[in-house]
């Protein structure tokens, strides 16, 4: 943005909107995706939050992994805002995790990673030993972070601080910072911020509507796709209320025939074959079966080495189904006895997943 030309451009594209600001270099846009409500073109001003501040702080060598290009390089522009000339930051893609990337990470030795638990899942295996000791914090946030998911990461990187927080691009902080009593996934409500939750079912979980003012944006009741619920008792420090975050609406958390597929289930059963599957998806439908409808569950395997011998694959199949629960005190092979599911289906691949930007383990056919 130092050329003239490019600058003039730009401000004429600014200055369409009502009000406009001064200078474009003063404003970022956010385009949503979408996938709750129809999408929106945000113009925000470039301000750099409490949160992000604490955030860059206390680091050097920073990697930013969201996934999304307008957020890498507002994080970007915010940790050299902090930090000056002499703090590094490698803003990475999904596409970027290759064999290039073990050696451009090892020769930048982070101490901070910075981004949604998905990505930062997938770095381990492109980093050293050494290169991972190096890494002092982990700083997610977008995403429910599972039990089995945490463990590894702190097997991963042994000297590094984990925290979450609650936050979408187009508004931001819509957490407090971690607090030290709650547990994973559940968080304080930023003071700016309140929130309803839609449509709750028995157990007090729906969709999750934000409203706030932030930089002159008004959100009202505001739909961030994703599932949660307010904890009924206050959190240890005194604070209230307390949300728990589920998951994406949809995709961490689907409800089919008297049951539901929880991502976090799926992810502690797979945890049990640990060496043996290194990713899964879920496919689930509902089928016609002597003339009513049933619940069908397709787990797609990715093995690791030279693949699963049948008595493996079996095994597999088998544990999964007893150990599965797809309610509180139901597993998938109760449900199959008691009619309301099919026999569960597991396909087992040799080759990775492809890449994607969004990484939807559970997934409704119909």
Avoid at 156 to 178: L, R
Wanted: aromatic share 8%.
């Amino acid at each position: 943005m130092l050329r003239e030309d490019v600058l003039r451009a730009s401000d004429e594209v600014f200055a369409r909107f009502d009000p406009a600001p001064g200078s474009a270099k003063q404003f970022f846009i956010r385009t949503t995706s979408g996938t709750t409500v129809r999408p929106l073109v945000i113009l925000s001003e470039l301000r750099l939050t409490v949160g992000l501040r604490d955030r860059f702080a206390a680091h050097e060598r920073i990697v930013l992994c969201f996934g999304a290009r307008g957020s890498r390089l507002f994080n970007a522009l915010a940790a050299f805002a902090v930090g000056g000339p002499h703090r590094r930051v490698l803003a990475l893609d999904f596409k970027d995790l290759s064999a290039m990337a073990a050696s451009l990470l090892g020769e930048f030795e982070p101490d901070c990673i910075i981004g949604f638990p998905s990505f930062v899942l997938r770095m381990p295996r492109y980093m050293t030993d050494t290169s991972r000791a190096a890494v002092r914090a982990l700083s997610m946030a977008g995403e429910v972070l599972t039990t089995p998911q945490e463990a590894y990461l702190r097997r991963m990187f042994p000297n590094a601080a984990i925290d979450m927080t609650y936050a979408c691009a187009e508004i931001g902080m819509i957490s407090e910072v971690e607090c030290g009593y709650l547990p994973r996934n559940q968080y304080h409500v930023h003071p700016l911020v309140t929130l309803q939750i839609a449509d709750p079912d028995e157990e007090g979980m729906g969709r999750i509507l934000v409203s706030t003012k932030r930089s002159g944006i008004v959100f009202s009741d505001y739909d961030l796709g994703d599932l949660g619920r307010f904890r009924k008792e206050a959190c240890q420090c005194g604070k209230y209320p307390v949300l728990e975050v589920v998951g994406r609406a949809g995709y961490d958390f689907i409800k089919l025939t008297g049951a539901t597929l929880h991502k976090k289930e799926f992810d502690r059963v797979v945890a049990l074959f640990e060496g043996v599957i290194e990713d899964y998806r879920v496919e689930a439908s509902e089928v016609f079966e002597d003339g009513i409808i049933k619940a069908k569950v397709l787990v797609k395997i990715v093995i690791l080495g030279l693949g699963a011998t049948p008595a493996l694959q079996k095994e597999i199949v088998d544990r999964m189904s007893s150990e599965l629960f797809v309610t509180p005190t139901r597993t998938l092979a109760q449900m199959v006895a008691q009619g309301h599911f099919v026999p569960l289906e597991v396909e087992f691949l040799s080759a990775p997943f492809t890449p994607r930007h969004k990484e939807h383990k559970l997934r409704r056919l119909n």
